[in-house]
């Protein structure tokens, strides 16, 4: 299962059932573990850690050093969960000082030339579009689906369930379960496919959209509707998500 033209250090711990195609390097400090494929020509760096049951094709770059000039060398991670794919040549950096390590989780698709910067965390169930570019310390919660060529500045967040139009840029939050789209990008309703296909209630759709009736089309400043969506809408978890996500922004939210 491991190629003899592939390079492995002897400190590198691999696990059980790994098939490691030709001219893969493998760093030492690595921790790989079960049932991966790893294709020709990928690179695991030093400090990365992957879980099991991962497919990395050619030319996949994990766990370089950050594109941050404060970055001193410090002793740092990439981790990655189980069951994701991770295409030609997709870049994951591993991360710095702030926050330590770079985290994917599980069941991605993460498309060719995808780039995650250091200290980027990605939930799981998020699927990420060709050469997507997410700048340091970005937040993706679960289930997000990020189309291609996507450019997302550094420490925003985006949302659980969302999708996001293809090209788009970006600089401030992207709250869950809404379809943000246009140029310059903007809240374009809420990914009523999306929350389908997952199994959302109608009844709980129609309350995700009447939450954000009143965020974006009330008139009214971000604290006063809220204060509106807490009156009129029946409390559940998604709708505290919603709140909860817009209240603790810290970029503020697309408009």
């Known amino acids: 299962m491991i190629s003899p033209l592939a390079y492995i250090h002897p400190e590198a711990k691999i696990g059980e059932n790994v098939e490691i195609g030709p001219f893969v390097f493998i760093d030492k400090n690595v921790v790989i573990g079960d049932n991966n494929?790893?294709?020709?020509?990928?690179?695991?760096?030093?400090?990365?850690?992957?879980?099991?049951?991962?497919?990395?094709?050619?030319?996949?770059?994990?766990?370089?050093?950050?594109?941050?000039?404060k970055f001193r060398g410090e002793e740092t991670t990439a981790e990655i969960g189980d069951n994701n794919t991770i295409r030609e040549n997709?870049?994951?950096?591993?991360?710095?000082?702030?926050?330590?390590?770079?985290?994917?989780?599980?069941?991605?698709?993460?498309?060719?030339?995808?780039h995650v910067a250091h200290d980027a965390i990605i939930g799981s169930g998020c699927i990420i579009g060709n050469a997507t570019k997410m700048a340091g310390e970005i937040i993706i919660d679960d289930n997000a689906i990020i189309s291609g060529a996507v450019l997302m500045h550094q420490f925003c967040r985006v949302g659980g369930y969302v999708m996001v139009q293809g090209g788009s840029r970006f600089s401030k939050d992207i709250p869950p379960y809404i379809i943000a789209g246009r140029e310059p990008i903007a809240y374009?309703?809420?990914?009523?496919?999306?929350?389908?296909?997952?199994?959302?209630?109608?009844?709980?759709?129609?309350?995700?959209?009447?939450?954000?009736?009143i965020i974006y089309q009330s008139g009214m400043n971000v604290t006063d509707a809220l204060e509106q969506v807490r009156k009129e809408i029946p409390m559940s978890k998604e709708i505290e998500y919603i709140i909860s996500f817009i209240e603790n922004s810290q970029r503020g939210i697309i408009r």
């Open 90 to 114: 997709v870049t994951i950096n591993r991360g710095t000082a702030a926050k330590g390590k770079t985290v994917v989780g599980s069941n991605n698709l993460l498309m060719e030339g995808v």
């Open 37 to 69: 494929t790893i294709m020709p020509n990928a690179n695991i760096l030093y400090g990365s850690r992957i879980g099991n049951g991962n497919t990395i094709f050619p030319g996949a770059v994990i766990g370089a050093i950050p594109q941050d000039l």
């Open 188 to 213: 374009a309703g809420i990914n009523i496919v999306g929350l389908r296909r997952r199994g959302f209630s109608n009844e709980l759709i129609e309350n995700i959209h009447n939450t954000y009736r």
